[in-house]
C-alpha cells in the first residue's frame, strides 16, 4: 500500500496540507480513497443510514452570497415564507412518519424573529424529534435562546476555506466572522454542521485541502459537501460547476479525517448526477436528507437548476430514500442519529 494511502489510515492527525492538496492534484489514488473511506465509514458509524427531513419554510435572503440562488438580488424568484402553522403542520406529519429529525432551512429571513423561532423549536421537540436548524447567521444571544428552547444541531457550511475566495463570494461577509458562528454554535453545545461547495471559481487543489483542514481542525459534527452548481440569475451563470469524481473524492476524504462525523448525501449530489447520492452513500456519507417542503412552496426553493425532488409527490422522497438505502444493503437509521462518541466505540 502507497504511504500516503496509510497515512490517511493510521495517523490522519498528522496528514498535512501538502498531502491532501497532492492527494488532490491527482487521479493516481482515487479507487483506493474511495475504498478506504467506505470502509471507515463502516467502522465508525456502520451501516445506519439517518434520515433528515428538510422544509425549506422561507426562500426570502438578505444576503448576496454571488452563487446562490436566493440571493436577495436575484429578482427572478418567487419568494414565499410559511407560516408557523404550516411549519409545525408539515413537523407533525414528519413525525408520523417516523422520521427523527426536522431540517428547518430557509434563506437569511429576519421576518422570523427570536420568538418565532423558539416557539417552532419547543414545539416540535413536544413530537420527540431532534431539530436542526439551518437559517444563516443570527445574533450569538439568539443562539443560546434557541438551545434552551431544545434546538439540537446548526448547519452552517463554511462553503469555502480560503479566506480570499470566501470573502470576494460573500459581499458582506468575511470567513473570519463565519467561523466565529461556528465556534459560537459549537461552545453553545449545538452539534455543528460545516462544510463546502466543490468547484467553485477560482477554487483547486490547495483551496479544497483547506477545507479539509479546517473540518477537521473545528472537528465539525457533520459536514455538508456538494458540487457548485451554477445559477443562471447569479453572477456566476457562466461558471463551470464542479464535477462528480472530485466532490466524491472531498467526501471521502473528510470521512477519512472525521471519522465519526454525520456526513449527508447531498441533493446537490443527486442534482448532476442520476445516482450521485447513491455514490456518495458508498464513498463515506452516511445521512439522507428528503425535501419534506410542501407544495406550492417546493419548486421555489431553487438555490441551482436541475435540483431534484422538485415536482415529486408531497411525501414521496421519505419512501424513495429508504429504498435507495436498502437497495444498498445498507440500514434505515431509527434513532436521533446524533454523532457517535469516539469512546463509545
Ligand atoms: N441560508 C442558510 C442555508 C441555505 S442555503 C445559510 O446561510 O446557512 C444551503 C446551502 O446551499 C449553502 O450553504 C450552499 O453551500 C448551498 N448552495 C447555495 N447555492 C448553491 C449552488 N449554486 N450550487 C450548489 N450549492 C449551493
Avoid at 479525517?257 to 442534482?271: D, E, F, K, R, Y
Wanted: hydrophobic fraction near 35%.
Amino acid at each position: 500500500m502507497s504511504e500516503i494511502i496509510n497515512k490517511l489510515e493510521h495517523k490522519r492527525d498528522a496528514v498535512t496540507l501538502e498531502d491532501l492538496e497532492y492527494i488532490l492534484s491527482t487521479n493516481k489514488f482515487d479507487n483506493q480513497i474511495f475504498e478506504l473511506a467506505d470502509k471507515i465509514r463502516k467502522k465508525y458509524v456502520g451501516e445506519e443510514v439517518h434520515i433528515r427531513a428538510i422544509i425549506e419554510f422561507s426562500n426570502y435572503c438578505k444576503m448576496d452570497c454571488l452563487y446562490c440562488g436566493l440571493r436577495s438580488e436575484n429578482k427572478n424568484l418567487k419568494r414565499y415564507r410559511m407560516t408557523p402553522q404550516e411549519i409545525l403542520d408539515r413537523a407533525k406529519l414528519i413525525a408520523e412518519k417516523e422520521i427523527k429529525t426536522v431540517v428547518l432551512q430557509s434563506g437569511e429571513d429576519p421576518y422570523y424573529t427570536t420568538e418565532i423561532i423558539e416557539y417552532l423549536i419547543s414545539e416540535i421537540k413536544k413530537l420527540d424529534m431532534a431539530v436542526t436548524l439551518s437559517i444563516g447567521e443570527r445574533s450569538f444571544e439568539e443562539y443560546k435562546i434557541w438551545k434552551e428552547a431544545g434546538a439540537d444541531r446548526y448547519l452552517m457550511r463554511h462553503e469555502t476555506a480560503d479566506e480570499q475566495l470566501y470573502d470576494k463570494l460573500h459581499p458582506s461577509d468575511t470567513f473570519e466572522n463565519r467561523k466565529r458562528h461556528l465556534l459560537t454554535l459549537k461552545k453553545l453545545g449545538y452539534e455543528i454542521g460545516a462544510g463546502c461547495m466543490v468547484g467553485l471559481p477560482g477554487q483547486g487543489a490547495l483551496e479544497l485541502a483547506k477545507d479539509l483542514i479546517f473540518l477537521r481542525d473545528i472537528d465539525s459534527d457533520m459536514i455538508g459537501i456538494g458540487p457548485f452548481i451554477p445559477n443562471p440569475h447569479t453572477p456566476l451563470k457562466n461558471e463551470k460547476g464542479g464535477d462528480l469524481n472530485t466532490t466524491l473524492k472531498v467526501i471521502a476524504l473528510a470521512r477519512i479525517l472525521v471519522p465519526t462525523a454525520n456526513i449527508p448525501a447531498t441533493t446537490a449530489m443527486g442534482s448532476i448526477h442520476p445516482f450521485g447520492r447513491q455514490m456518495a452513500l458508498k464513498c463515506g456519507a452516511n445521512v439522507i436528507m428528503p425535501n419534506l417542503t410542501p407544495n406550492p412552496y417546493r419548486p421555489n426553493y431553487t438555490l441551482y437548476p436541475n435540483k431534484i425532488c422538485l415536482f415529486e409527490a408531497d411525501t414521496a422522497c421519505i419512501n424513495c430514500v429508504k429504498g435507495m438505502i436498502k437497495g444498498l444493503n445498507r440500514v434505515v437509521g431509527k434513532s436521533y442519529g446524533f454523532r457517535v462518541k469516539l469512546a463509545s466505540i
